[in-house]
Every structure is written in C-alpha cells, then in structure tokens.
C-alpha cells in the first residue's frame, strides 16, 4: 500500500471514529452539556502509532507527510425550559415608557417583573415584553437589540411553575439568552440556548411548613428572547 492510499485509509478511518462518538448514546443525553474533546490513536499498519489525534482538530502524520482535518460540532446544545404550572393561552404583551430614572414592567398573569436600575436607558424609552403562550417560561422583549447602560433584572414567581414544591432544583436553575426567540424552543421543552446567564433563586416556607421555591432572578444586559432553564 503506498503512503497516500494508507493516508487516505486512515483519514476515512478517522471520520467513522468521529460520527460512532457523536451517535453513542451517552451523548444523547438531556441536557448535553459541553464535553471535552475525546483523544484517539491512530495506529498504522502493525500496530505502530503515528500521531496522537483530537477529534475536534485531528493531526495525522505518517511517513513525513501532515495533514490536518477539522470536524465541526454536529448537534447544537439543548436545555430543559423550566414550565409553567398553567399555560398560557396565548400571548401576554405588556408596554410602558422607561426613563432614565429606571422603572419597572410586570406581567402578573405570568409572574413575571422586569425591573430597570436608574440608568439603563439614558432617554425614555419604549419598552414592550411579551409572555408567550404555551407552558415554556419564555419571553420577548423589545425593542431587540437594544443594550443598558445599567443592570435590568428579569425576575420569574417560581410558584407558577412545575418546580415550585422542588426547593432542591434552585442551584440548577439559569437564564437563557435565546438569539431566534421561539425558534429556538424545541417542542416547548427543550431550548437552543446563546448564552446562560447565573441566577439567584430564593426559597420560602409556606404555610405547611414545607419548602418552596420563591422567586428567580438574573440581570442582562440587552434585549432579545429569554427562558428560565431548570433541572
């Protein structure tokens, strides 16, 4: 076999390598969190190793002769959209005028406040934040693009949704920045998610005794598509 045609081999070997990892079933799971890059040998003819190789920027070298291959990620990240205890039956549009002083806006069919520091937009502005319909906790905020010069913070009534009695679930729960809004819900369950942001989620004790979640809340810092992202 000449060097080329033992290359040529070894690089098509390489690319079954790749897609068997993507389809393995653990990573199938939900949500897929970003894994570090598997490392593979590839071994010539004989069973003598050529070059160590990373899937995601594999080097090959044999005989002299380096060539070097790319595979892109095939799958984007998905992450479960924390749900509301009663869906909405449709959209929720709320709009007001935000000074310089700051202010805040609130849907409390959905539980949801958004609250503007002083200085976030620096002449009144046009604000309008819709709930959308449907049991994903999601939102729309306009005008999209729009950037603060102040923290504005989204803040969700955790008792609305299906985590409210799961106080354990509070160090799991996150914002999400979704770029294409409800083109990247997924089903109403699972999100494409651009960006997570840290939340801070607080607990109560209600009447019974028992332990709930209160509220959750994370700051961002313009305007787009936003989910609640849960266990």
């Not at 899937?55 to 959209?81: A, D, E, K, N």
């Not at 009447?207 to 209160?214: A, C, R």
């Not at 809340?217 to 609640?228: A, E, M, N, T, V």
Request: charged residues 10%; hydrophobic residues 40%; proline residues 6%.
């Amino acid at each position: 076999m000449s060097r080329f045609t033992a290359l040529r081999s070894l690089i098509a070997g390489l690319g079954v390598a790749v897609v068997a990892t993507a389809c393995a079933p653990e990573n199938l799971s939900s949500p897929q969190m970003p894994q570090s890059p598997a490392s593979a040998a590839i071994v010539a003819p004989g069973g003598t190793p050529l070059a160590s190789a990373s899937l995601l920027g594999t080097v090959v070298q044999l005989s002299g002769t380096l060539v070097q291959t790319t595979t892109s990620t095939i799958s984007s990240l998905l992450y479960p959209v924390v749900q509301r205890q009663q869906p909405l039956d449709h959209s929720i549009t709320v709009t007001g005028v935000i000074g310089s002083s700051g202010g805040s806006i609130s849907i409390a069919e959905a539980g949801l406040k958004v609250t503007f520091a002083r200085g976030a937009v620096r002449v009144p502005t046009v604000i309008t934040v819709t709930a959308d319909a449907g049991s994903a906790v999601s939102y729309e905020f306009g005008p999209h693009g729009i950037q603060f010069s102040a923290p504005v913070t989204i803040q969700q009534d955790m008792s609305l949704t299906t985590l409210a009695n799961n106080p354990g679930a509070a160090s799991s729960i996150r914002g999400g920045y979704t770029a294409d809004g409800l083109s990247d819900i997924i089903g109403g369950l699972w999100a494409r998610v651009a960006e997570l942001l840290d939340a801070t989620t607080t607990t109560v004790v209600g009447p019974d005794g028992s332990v709930h979640l209160g509220t959750s809340s994370f700051i961002i810092k313009h305007f787009s598509g936003y989910i609640l992202i849960g266990a």
